[in-house]
């Protein structure tokens, strides 16, 4: 992941409610001595997501579940070999992010205000 190109500059309308104002990432990196996430936003904080806790907090069927069907976090917490290890990132629309993970996984699609609440979770 050190030769992971940048990601492209964020679009002015990807903003965020919070507090009554808008608040949206400016920029995003992986801190691979810290194995996370690093969040930039508009608001002049700045957040570190551990990938273990972005991986859990994966907001997909497969992860998280449905009502007729347990997810794989809901009945396992453990992480697998791959399951913490985020291959890359990309934007999803003016709104959230793809993460892909090194086993495979790529599904989950991270809302700027989940990301926003993962990250002040992990302060």
Request: contains cysteine.
């Amino acid at each position: 992941m050190s030769d992971t190109p940048a990601l492209p500059a964020m679009p002015a309308d990807a903003t965020i409610a919070k507090a009554g104002a808008d608040v949206r990432p400016t920029r995003f990196d992986y801190d691979e001595q810290h194995r996370s996430l690093l969040i930039e936003w508009s608001d002049g904080a700045s957040h570190h997501i551990p990938f273990a806790v972005l991986r859990r907090a994966c907001p997909c069927a497969t992860c998280k579940g449905e009502p007729w069907y347990r997810g794989r976090f809901t009945s396992d917490s453990m992480l697998r070999p791959g399951e913490d290890e985020l291959a890359d990132i990309s934007l999803v629309g003016a709104y959230a992010l793809n993460a892909v993970w090194a086993d495979g996984h790529n599904t989950g699609i991270y809302t700027y205000e989940r990301l926003r609440e993962l990250g002040s979770a992990s302060a």
